[in-house]
């Protein structure tokens, strides 16, 4: 048991389950499926519904802002015949496209809806309102209008601005899955923060809640704690005792007296990935995890205390200063340090208050950029509703509890994706990665060139109604293209894009992009030489600026940080 945290007397009532139990009572075939529990989902309750329901064909449509962990398998097993997700990935130190998901959509064994972070929140919000619709910024001009039109519609503002209005049809689940901290045997549930996409959902249910917490408590303890209660008693239908259900992903505590967080299990997630390359591998692993296990208690004895103990104690500290590096830097590090700079130098310019800082490459630069310009530089945000928090070595993806727990405030996707990043007075800079971009700065996450899944909206689309945009991807003409395969987000914020061989810029928001500057070569090549390279390695007739001017290498201090910061 956690160290001061209460636990409650045997329930009286009805609500209090076995996991058992409560997915037997509350989950039937045919269902729309919503979970929740920030990156990967509640995983003590997806292990169990597979548990029930492998060999069988339940039909379940999965209603999922991040479909990845053990959420993955869900797919990979047949339970699942529609998605409707924002991102589909593997998720471990990094992200990869998801072989499962993948094979699952071209085997026409799983059709999806792709929505982004915010707006899938903005249907789940109107199911909660009891509303039809719910106005958004997001989508609107994208490849996911014209798939989800459906559910998406664009009006002109009925009170005149002229303006074009995207509305997100209403999504009710038929019963929601959330993975809290603590509840009491009513249901009044504290979520771990940020809360991303956890309230929405279970509020839009028309079949209620199953919620699966740490610990349960005593009413008494959630009275000290009222604040922090998202989720009420009266839509919760059962309780169930689950600690470490969010394994393998990690679980923040939002400032309550007792409980113990936990970081994400990377070695699990790896071991996890290379399972997911084959279906054999897959099938062995789920045996061995899941099945084998028997239920939740089975699974924590798998994992061992040495294990449990390792996640929960485990501390990342930020960089304490640079250590000693080689002078020569690969080109993704050349990019990244180029990338800070050009985030500092915006900054600067433009008197952003706000950093988005997507998963990944994207994220160790505007890390690095942070660090670089020191207190009161900007504060860095995530999409799932972090702000303000201090990066630490190594943990740039965004399911990390030692990022959290830094943070001046934690809210939900909504009101960050929405407010924060894309609300009139804005003062955001968004910093992501893509999987290709045109000559104008539109963004393709979602499809390549032959038409394969990729990894899906998530937040990019959302994150372009920042004030500003910067891109950074790997130079290649596969990469930079002359017509995007699908249209994740358009580029009207977009004014810079780095690559891995120089440094793009538009001159004005609707102006193709043009060649700025090129990176420093080591082979002595001319500077003509490099522009006509970047030329051949661009799927467009590229521009340039009437001078090009060649980027400062990076600094021993920059490359030693930088390799302190890369996960």
């Keep these: 048991m956690d160290e001061g945290l209460e636990t409650t007397a045997p329930d009286t009532g009805r609500k209090l389950l076995g996991l058992r ?24 309750v997806i292990c169990e519904i ?14 999922q802002s991040t479909v990845t962990g053990h959420a993955l398998n869900l797919v990979h097993t047949g339970l ?17 496209p998801s072989r499962v998901v993948r094979q699952a959509l071209e085997r026409g064994r799983v059709r999806m809806e792709n929505w982004t972070l915010c707006s899938l929140q903005q249907r789940l919000m109107a199911g909660a309102f009891g509303l039809p619709f719910m106005p958004t910024r997001s989508v609107q001009g994208s490849g996911m209008a014209a798939d989800n039109e459906a559910a998406f519609k664009t009006v002109e503002d009925p009170f005149g601005s002229g303006a ?38 279970a509020l839009a249910s028309r079949g209620g809640v199953l919620v699966t917490v740490e610990r349960v408590v005593p009413t008494e303890y959630i ?29 923040a505590n939002p400032g309550i007296r007792g409980m113990r967080p936990y970081e994400k299990d990377v070695d699990f997630l790896d071991a996890l990935y290379g399972a997911a390359a084959s279906d054999r591998e897959l099938d062995a692993w789920i045996d061995d995890w899941v099945l084998g296990c028997g239920d939740h208690a089975g699974y924590l004895r798998r994992l061992g205390k040495g294990r449990i103990a390792g996640l929960r104690s485990r501390a990342v500290e930020a960089p304490d200063g640079p250590a000693p590096a080689p002078a020569a830097s690969t080109p993704e590090e050349m990019m990244l340090v180029a990338l800070s700079r050009e985030i500092a130098g915006s900054v600067g310019t433009n008197g952003h208050k706000t950093v988005l800082a997507g998963a990944g490459l994207a994220a160790t630069a505007a890390f690095l950029a942070y660090f670089r310009l020191g207190p009161g530089g900007f504060e860095l945000a995530t999409g799932n509703g972090q702000i303000g928090y201090t990066p630490v070595a190594g943990a740039s993806i965004l399911a990390s509890e030692a990022n959290v727990r830094t943070s001046k405030m934690l809210t939900d996707t909504v009101t960050l994706q929405g407010v924060v990043v894309g609300g009139a007075g804005n003062r955001c800079l968004s910093v992501l990665g893509a999987g ?5 700065g539109n963004i393709n996450s979602t499809v390549t060139s ?44 977009v004014s810079t894009v ?34 006509g390279e970047i030329r051949n390695h661009c799927g467009w007739e590229l521009k340039t600026a009437p001078v090009v001017r060649e980027v400062p290498g990076p600094d021993p201090e920059e490359l030693a940080l930088l390799r302190r910061l890369a996960p």
């Design 21 to 44: 139990d409560a997915v037997q009572r509350c989950v039937r075939p045919g269902m729309r499926l919503h979970l929740a529990a920030g990156i990967g989902g509640p995983s003590a």
């Design 50 to 63: 597979i548990r029930q329901y492998r060999g069988r064909d339940p039909g379940f449509t999965l209603i």
């Design 80 to 96: 699942v015949a529609r998605l409707i997700c924002s991102v589909c990935a593997q998720i471990s130190a990094s992200g990869r």
């Design 164 to 201: 074009r209005v995207g509305l997100a049809g209403a999504l009710a689940p038929d019963i929601s899955v959330v993975h809290g901290c603590v509840a009491d045997c009513d249901g009044n549930t504290i979520l771990a923060a940020p809360y991303g996409e956890d309230v929405w959902g």
């Design 223 to 251: 009275q000290r704690y009222a604040a922090l209660v998202k989720i009420p008693a009266y839509a919760v239908r059962a309780v169930v005792e689950a600690p470490l259900g969010l394994h393998p992903f990690s679980m």
């Design 436 to 440: 290709q971009t045109d000559r104008y």
């Design 450 to 493: 032959d038409g394969r899944f990729l990894v899906g909206s998530g937040g990019v689309n959302d994150a372009l109604n920042a004030r500003e945009a910067i891109l950074c991807l790997k130079q290649s003409r596969d990469r930079f293209v002359d017509r995007l395969a699908y249209v994740t987000g358009c580029g009207g914020a």
């Design 498 to 531: 780095v690559s891995t061989m120089g440094v793009f810029r538009k001159p004005s928001p609707e102006d193709e992009l043009h060649l700025m500057a090129c990176f420093p070569d080591s082979g002595g090549r001319s500077l003509q030489e490099r522009i």
